[in-house]
């Protein structure tokens, strides 16, 4: 029984493990799958173009995968859906000569097999897929079509608004010419139309494409014209692919259909995201050139707080630089880079890992009024190395779940999804634990230089709560706003501006970082500020070094008053006080 609950637990992980190579989600997406004949079920694939475009499916590969059809009842080859249709188009160029090297390499399953979706249909620009015909037919249908800015920046919308399906009127949605339908009335059941996807020719705005069945013999043709521009609205499409006819024949696909904009392979609405990590990159950058030359520049006094400053910006670096890069491939070619894409989720958590030490570490007084944090130090690096742990694992489990669910059963989704919350929760105590030990060192650190009064470094600790506070402050406005904006219908933000969500997150990070940097920047002194305390009798400007094995404590020191103390003061050669941490 053990063994088994460890199996369960761990299938997940070693299935993420065996991948070798990820065909991570993009815009040259592959399909491998059946076109089920069925009259309840659609394919459907969406993306975003950034107009002019095109969406190419001239690399689709149909072959019959049964016997010949039971039932005969198509005998044209042309279909009426458009009056003016044009013979003239099947002679046309074809579109398979057209960028015949691109997109060679891997993409995706996008929802590959049968799903019962709302869709609209056609009437709009029509041509014939194949010209050989063998007998009687069947026919698969193609449509592509704009989603509205209204569709897009809200919960969604019925595409049997803009087409394509019918509304029975019960809250069902019908996609195809069924029997059913036509007693419904929804289709005129003519002899073109039944077993067809349900195209509202009034309506419909997109292209319209379809592929011959023939009722017997092997098929297996590519699309001649599948070549699909848009030089359209720039927005969200949908792709639709539908085998009508419940007595015709099953189709497999193979190949890869490419969807690109005039940018490149990148998803319209994640371009700016790109042009948003090479900034994040540049800043990075300068911000590693400065700390590190500061740090050179000033070799003999480096205190070990700024080491963990300068690792934690190279590493900010590093993630930002990952990002960019797996942005800029899958823009050039079409495909994500696996090992870019984990390697900048990996280095975010080493990060944010690394960063909640860091203000840790600050926030007990490492570097301003203790040279040392003994045992406390073995306690938040290895807080830090479970929390690098859990997270990691959930973000990894996260995004393999997205950008893999073909390779995955029902059975293994639920795991992987069991898992993810499971981490999710531990991930959130672990921050909870991070936000109350930072807020209480920091209190009392503060509190213990109020009372010692060491103004200056008060000062300084006064300035990084404003900091801390600001960034927690700006932190839940914008996840309220960003909750907000989910539960509307009409969301605030347009699709093609959805990135900014994560990107502010990003820079709150980032502003935080360099704050924290500049408050404890390379300086001739610094190591001295480390140990030095304010006299307050003698005036907050006033500093003296101390020395930790010269310290000289006198009782009668703490009981004299101030003027036996001044003349005491007086009479010595040097006046040694205590160290911070030890006081």
């Known amino acids: 029984?053990?063994?088994?609950?460890?199996?369960?637990?761990?299938?997940?992980?070693?299935?993420?493990?065996?991948?070798?190579?990820?065909?991570?989600?993009?815009?040259?997406?592959?399909?491998?799958?059946?076109?089920?004949?069925?009259?309840n079920y659609i394919h459907f694939s969406e993306g975003y173009l950034v107009t002019p475009g095109y969406v190419?499916?001239?690399?689709?590969?149909?072959?019959?995968?049964?016997?010949?059809?039971?039932?005969?009842?198509?005998?044209?080859?042309?279909?009426?859906?458009?009056?003016?249709?044009?013979?003239?188009?099947?002679?046309?160029e074809d579109d398979t000569t057209s960028d015949k090297d691109e997109g060679e390499e891997g993409g995706y399953n996008d929802r590959g097999g049968e799903d019962e979706v709302d869709e609209e249909g056609d009437g709009g620009d029509l041509r014939l897929l194949d010209t050989e015909f063998s007998g009687t037919s069947t026919f698969i249908d193609v449509v592509l079509f704009h989603e509205p800015k209204s569709c897009s920046d809200s919960n969604g919308c019925l595409w049997t608004g803009l087409g394509v399906?019918?509304?029975?009127?019960?809250?069902?949605?019908?996609?195809?010419?069924?029997?059913?339908?036509?007693?419904?009335?929804?289709?005129?059941?003519?002899?073109?139309?039944?077993?067809?996807?349900?195209?509202?020719?009034?309506?419909?705005?997109?292209?319209?494409?379809?592929?011959?069945?023939?009722?017997?013999?092997?098929?297996?043709?590519?699309?001649?014209?599948?070549?699909?521009?848009?030089?359209?609205?720039?927005?969200?499409?949908?792709?639709?692919m539908a085998n009508c006819s419940e007595k015709g024949r099953n189709v497999k696909v193979d190949g890869k259909y490419e969807w690109k904009s005039k940018h490149g392979y990148l998803p319209g609405n994640l371009f700016g995201e790109l042009y948003f990590f090479v900034t994040l990159t540049v800043i990075y950058f300068l911000t590693f050139l400065w700390y590190s030359i500061s740090m050179k520049c000033n070799e003999d006094s480096i205190i070990p707080i700024q080491q963990w400053i300068l690792l934690t910006i190279f590493i900010g670096l590093l993630e930002v630089f990952f990002k960019g890069g797996d942005f800029f491939v899958w823009n050039e070619d079409g495909v994500r880079l696996w090992f870019a894409m984990y390697t900048g989720i990996i280095l975010g958590v080493s990060k944010r890992a690394i960063s909640r030490c860091l203000i840790v570490m600050v926030s007990l007084g490492w570097g301003v009024i203790r040279d040392t944090l003994g045992e406390q130090m073995k306690k938040i690096i290895a807080l830090g190395f479970i929390y690098f742990g859990c997270s990691t694992a959930r973000d990894i489990?996260?995004?393999?779940?997205?950008?893999?669910?073909?390779?995955?059963?029902?059975?293994?989704?639920?795991?992987?999804?069991?898992?993810?919350?499971?981490?999710t929760f531990v991930v959130?105590?672990?921050?909870?634990?991070?936000?109350?030990?930072?807020?209480?060192?920091?209190?009392?650190?503060?509190?213990?230089?109020?009372?010692?009064?060491?103004?200056?470094?008060?000062?300084?600790?006064?300035?990084?709560?404003?900091?801390?506070?600001?960034?927690?402050?700006?932190?839940?406005v914008w996840a309220v706003f960003g909750i907000v904006d989910n539960l509307m219908d009409g969301h605030m933000m347009e699709v093609s501006n959805e990135w900014l969500v994560s990107a502010v997150w990003e820079l709150n990070y980032l502003i935080v970082l360099i704050a924290v940097a500049w408050l404890w920047k390379p300086d001739p002194k610094a190591k001295e500020y480390a140990y030095v305390m304010e006299l307050p009798t003698l005036g907050g400007d006033v500093e003296f070094e101390t020395n930790a094995d010269t310290i000289e404590d006198t009782d009668d020191a703490e009981t004299d008053d101030k003027d036996d103390f001044k003349d005491e003061s007086e009479n010595d050669d040097g006046l040694k006080i205590d160290d911070a941490v030890n006081a």
């Open 1 to 39: 029984m053990r063994t088994s609950l460890w199996k369960s637990a761990l299938s997940p992980v070693l299935l993420l493990l065996s991948a070798k190579i990820p065909s991570v989600e993009s815009e040259i997406r592959t399909f491998h799958g059946e076109l089920e004949a069925a009259s």
């Open 56 to 92: 190419d499916l001239t690399k689709l590969t149909f072959t019959t995968s049964d016997e010949d059809s039971e039932y005969d009842y198509h005998e044209r080859a042309d279909d009426d859906y458009e009056s003016n249709f044009d013979v003239d188009d099947m002679l046309g």
């Open 165 to 240: 399906g019918k509304d029975d009127g019960e809250g069902n949605l019908r996609w195809c010419c069924s029997d059913d339908a036509i007693e419904l009335g929804l289709c005129d059941g003519s002899e073109d139309h039944k077993g067809r996807l349900i195209i509202d020719p009034k309506t419909f705005k997109g292209e319209h494409r379809f592929l011959t069945v023939p009722a017997s013999g092997k098929l297996e043709e590519t699309i001649k014209y599948g070549k699909i521009d848009e030089k359209g609205e720039t927005g969200k499409y949908v792709l639709v």
């Open 397 to 423: 489990m996260t995004v393999f779940g997205i950008t893999e669910n073909q390779l995955l059963s029902i059975d293994q989704e639920e795991e992987i999804f069991d898992l993810v919350t499971i981490l």
């Open 428 to 476: 959130a105590a672990m921050d909870v634990t991070f936000y109350m030990w930072i807020l209480d060192s920091l209190n009392g650190t503060m509190q213990y230089l109020e009372n010692m009064s060491q103004n200056m470094k008060l000062q300084r600790y006064l300035r990084l709560r404003c900091i801390l506070l600001f960034s927690i402050l700006f932190a839940v």
